[in-house]
């Protein structure tokens, strides 16, 4: 997929000024209003759905302290004198650290963590207290949460507590994001790990959580479908007076959407719009898969048309990838609390927010009217979309028209072994161009083979396959368990 051409300025810019600024009451007619029914009112309703005016319990209301002298307890005298190999490690470790925090892509956090394991045990105590805290950080700076950096950081957390030391509520707010989201789905497991995490945060080790805590647990409790926890967790932190910030209002939006409550999302998102918060495509993209959710296709795609005409700038899309957009976000939150403090600026911040659909709002959509629907028509136009606004190809959307194969599939249906075979080829043309944020995974090969074992005989599933292992760099576990996912499919055919 093509870049944008050089006569557009900038083309790596994340943050396009263009067009007129959008203005509150244009901002509110992105999402189709039907009432006027507050966030309060539809939270109300998830918590007592007859309407039985309940008597709301009190609390709890905890007092805690975090001081700065546990913070920053040294663990030594800085004139004691140390071991000349224990000073290499500790200082080789120092420049691995602020390597990291400065220039994260130069050096991976396995590689801070085996420096650290080199320093003699007890480790961290080793350490003063700034590197000790630059530790964590820079351990908890990674692209994406999995169980190897989650358990990185859980045993460097192990060590910090174990030694006496105190952990900052910032510490104690990435543990509890290491263990809601090193895995894709979160399930009550989860959510009991981030309770038990806050449980020891506020009662053993006496730091208030802050507002982040408790957007990390409304998250998870949301996802996974424990909605009286999330309507708790919500009301404590209105009672211990927190204030919205932009991952509030999204994950309130994210909430109703999984409650199946399309009017609580309009509410949701005219709260955000309301309380000054900028808008722009990622807030977008969640009100569109809420809507989805709630089965308002309709609504869904009047909202994708006002995104595609929002902008002309919106046709050079640069390639956004997770740990810029992470950075893009914090703009947007800096920006909204200087338009709180100085009005008169918001509508040049709203003016900089990007608003036209991105790669995220084509893998909502393919997905929902792919896999969910199978509506082959649709799908074909978001795809032609996509190049129309230079969305660069990704894995997702492929990952997605694979099993919409596999699911929708079959004589005499819209997705036929000639489409099939199509999107199969300009799969391979990607692979073959080294298409960025596309590979074969295991899910990508099973979605693959599980498509053509719609409609292919045994020789054309091993070539298929003989494709796939050619381009796929196996080790032995997964090479076994391809092959008996294979076997499995064969029979089938044979039959």
């Not at 719009?273 to 989805?292: H, K, P």
């Not at 089965?295 to 899309?317: D, F, P």
């Given at each position: 997929m093509q870049t944008a051409t050089s006569t557009v300025p900038q083309p790596d810019s994340h943050f396009v000024i263009y067009g007129p600024a959008q203005p509150v009451d244009k901002l509110l007619e992105f999402v189709d209003q039907y009432d006027d029914s507050s966030v309060g009112e539809h939270l109300d309703f998830v918590h007592d759905p007859y309407m039985r005016k309940y008597a709301r319990p009190?609390?709890?209301?905890?007092?805690?302290?975090?001081?700065?002298?546990?913070?920053?307890?040294?663990?030594?005298?800085?004139?004691?004198?140390?071991?000349?190999?224990?000073?290499?490690a500790v200082e080789d470790l120092r420049v691995a650290v602020l390597t990291k925090l400065k220039r994260p892509a130069q050096i991976d956090s396995e590689r801070v963590y085996a420096l650290y394991q080199e320093i003699p045990e007890p480790r961290i105590s080793h350490l003063p207290a700034r590197l000790r805290h630059q530790l964590l950080a820079a351990l908890g700076t990674i692209e994406r949460k999995d169980s190897k950096s989650m358990l990185r950081y859980f045993a460097v957390v192990a060590d910090v507590k174990n030694s006496g030391f105190s952990l900052t509520s910032y510490e104690w707010n990435t543990a509890m994001s290491f263990a809601t989201r090193y895995v894709g789905t979160s399930t009550e497991v989860e959510t009991e790990a981030a309770l038990h995490i806050w449980r020891e945060m506020e009662h053993d080790a006496g730091v208030k959580a802050n507002e982040?805590?408790?957007?990390?647990?409304?998250?998870?409790?949301?996802?996974?479908?424990?909605?009286?926890?999330?309507?708790?967790?919500?009301?404590?932190m209105i009672n211990r007076g927190y204030t919205f910030n932009r991952y509030h209002h999204v994950s309130l939006i994210h909430f109703f959407g999984l409650k199946q409550n399309g009017s609580g999302v309009r509410a949701a998102y005219r709260h955000m719009v309301e309380a000054g918060e900028?808008?722009?495509?990622?807030?977008?993209?969640?009100?569109?898969?809420?809507?989805?959710?709630?089965?308002?296709?309709?609504?869904?795609e009047r909202l994708y048309e006002k995104m595609?005409?929002?902008?002309?700038?919106g046709r050079n899309?640069?390639?956004?990838?997770?740990?810029?957009?992470?950075?893009?976000?914090?703009v947007l939150m800096m920006f909204a609390r200087l338009a709180k403090a100085?009005?008169?600026?918001?509508?040049?911040?709203?003016?900089?927010?990007?608003?036209?659909?991105?790669?995220?709002?084509?893998?909502?959509?393919?997905?929902?009217?792919?896999?969910?629907?199978g509506n082959l028509p649709k799908v074909a136009q978001f795809l032609d979309e996509m190049k129309f606004f230079r969305v660069p190809l990704h894995g997702a959307i492929f990952l997605a028209l694979f099993k919409s194969f596999h699911i929708h599939g079959g004589p005499g249906s819209d997705w036929s072994?000639?489409?099939?075979?199509?999107?199969?080829?300009a799969f391979l043309n990607a692979l073959d161009t080294k298409t960025e944020g596309l590979h074969i995974s295991t899910w990508m090969a099973m979605a693959i083979l599980r498509a053509f074992s719609r409609y292919s005989d045994r020789e054309q599933m091993l070539d298929i396959y003989e494709a796939l292992r050619s381009r796929w760099n196996l080790d032995l576990v997964n090479s076994q368990f391809m092959l008996d996912f294979l076997n499995k499919l064969l029979p089938k055919k044979r039959q």
């Amino acid at each position: 997929m093509q870049t944008a051409t050089s006569t557009v300025p900038q083309p790596d810019s994340h943050f396009v000024i263009y067009g007129p600024a959008q203005p509150v009451d244009k901002l509110l007619e992105f999402v189709d209003q039907y009432d006027d029914s507050s966030v309060g009112e539809h939270l109300d309703f998830v918590h007592d759905p007859y309407m039985r005016k309940y008597a709301r319990p009190d609390g709890p209301k905890l007092t805690v302290s975090d001081r700065r002298e546990d913070v920053m307890l040294e663990p030594f005298d800085s004139r004691q004198r140390q071991d000349v190999e224990e000073t290499k490690a500790v200082e080789d470790l120092r420049v691995a650290v602020l390597t990291k925090l400065k220039r994260p892509a130069q050096i991976d956090s396995e590689r801070v963590y085996a420096l650290y394991q080199e320093i003699p045990e007890p480790r961290i105590s080793h350490l003063p207290a700034r590197l000790r805290h630059q530790l964590l950080a820079a351990l908890g700076t990674i692209e994406r949460k999995d169980s190897k950096s989650m358990l990185r950081y859980f045993a460097v957390v192990a060590d910090v507590k174990n030694s006496g030391f105190s952990l900052t509520s910032y510490e104690w707010n990435t543990a509890m994001s290491f263990a809601t989201r090193y895995v894709g789905t979160s399930t009550e497991v989860e959510t009991e790990a981030a309770l038990h995490i806050w449980r020891e945060m506020e009662h053993d080790a006496g730091v208030k959580a802050n507002e982040v805590t408790f957007n990390i647990l409304f998250d998870v409790a949301s996802k996974a479908g424990n909605f009286t926890l999330a309507e708790m967790v919500y009301r404590e932190m209105i009672n211990r007076g927190y204030t919205f910030n932009r991952y509030h209002h999204v994950s309130l939006i994210h909430f109703f959407g999984l409650k199946q409550n399309g009017s609580g999302v309009r509410a949701a998102y005219r709260h955000m719009v309301e309380a000054g918060e900028i808008i722009d495509t990622i807030t977008l993209n969640c009100v569109l898969s809420s809507l989805l959710r709630c089965g308002e296709e309709e609504s869904a795609e009047r909202l994708y048309e006002k995104m595609k005409n929002s902008t002309e700038a919106g046709r050079n899309i640069p390639d956004r990838n997770y740990t810029i957009q992470k950075s893009i976000t914090k703009v947007l939150m800096m920006f909204a609390r200087l338009a709180k403090a100085h009005p008169d600026m918001r509508p040049s911040f709203q003016h900089a927010a990007l608003l036209a659909p991105d790669l995220q709002t084509y893998r909502i959509l393919v997905n929902w009217y792919g896999i969910r629907l199978g509506n082959l028509p649709k799908v074909a136009q978001f795809l032609d979309e996509m190049k129309f606004f230079r969305v660069p190809l990704h894995g997702a959307i492929f990952l997605a028209l694979f099993k919409s194969f596999h699911i929708h599939g079959g004589p005499g249906s819209d997705w036929s072994a000639q489409r099939l075979e199509s999107v199969w080829n300009a799969f391979l043309n990607a692979l073959d161009t080294k298409t960025e944020g596309l590979h074969i995974s295991t899910w990508m090969a099973m979605a693959i083979l599980r498509a053509f074992s719609r409609y292919s005989d045994r020789e054309q599933m091993l070539d298929i396959y003989e494709a796939l292992r050619s381009r796929w760099n196996l080790d032995l576990v997964n090479s076994q368990f391809m092959l008996d996912f294979l076997n499995k499919l064969l029979p089938k055919k044979r039959q």
